[in-house]
């Protein structure tokens, strides 16, 4: 079973934004904006909720949301709270996209990644334990990067939906079920 860690999404305000105002004029629970540290100010609209982070040039990224409708609920939600300074018109149009959906899975399985990385192809994986315990699988046939643990354990990245997650992770399945019968 796939399961969802992360959705990721962004748009654009159309407008230059003052981010030191901004932190200050939005009632949220949480904002910082330290330009010394990094350059985007960042807010959440409930405590420990999904993050927002905000650019000069208005564009905006949010993540952490557990589902697609999650992030598009936050997205609205930000939006009225942008409207209501001013800064955009109640219906502006940001051009907001889902750009990731970070996805868990299992195969149930302890995986020899050496093995794995060869039977896949050295052409679509990299395994370098010494930089990194798992194995980065970037199949040609589906969209989406998947890093594959030796406990079985996988995170998929890349996708911007959960049924393409869902096809990646069914074909390192295949892959993998054919490689270690």
Do not use: W
Not at 3 to 12: E, M
Not at 66 to 79: A, T, Y
Request: negative net charge; charged residues 20%; proline residues 4%.
């Amino acid at each position: 079973m796939v399961d969802i860690a992360n959705v990721v999404g962004s748009g654009d305000l159309g407008a230059e934004i003052d981010l030191q105002n901004l932190g200050a004029d939005l009632e949220v629970p949480f904002t910082e904006y330290n330009p010394s540290n990094y350059h985007g100010l960042y807010a959440r609209l409930e405590e420990d909720g999904p993050l927002i982070t905000v650019y000069r040039s208005g564009k905006y990224i949010i993540s952490g949301c557990s589902s697609v409708e999650g992030l598009e609920r936050v997205n609205e939600q930000f939006l009225v709270k942008i409207a209501s300074l001013g800064i955009v018109e109640r219906n502006y149009e940001t051009g907001f996209t889902v750009q990731n959906v970070v996805c868990t899975a299992t195969l149930d399985r302890q995986v020899d990644l050496n093995a794995l990385s060869i039977g896949l192809g050295l052409e679509s994986t990299e395994y370098e334990p010494e930089q990194f315990p798992g194995l980065v699988y970037r199949p040609e046939a589906v969209p989406g990067v998947l890093l594959v643990f030796a406990n079985g354990k996988c995170v998929i990245t890349g996708c911007r939906d959960l049924d393409t997650a869902t096809e990646a992770f069914s074909h390192l399945q295949d892959r993998a079920s054919t490689l270690f019968e």
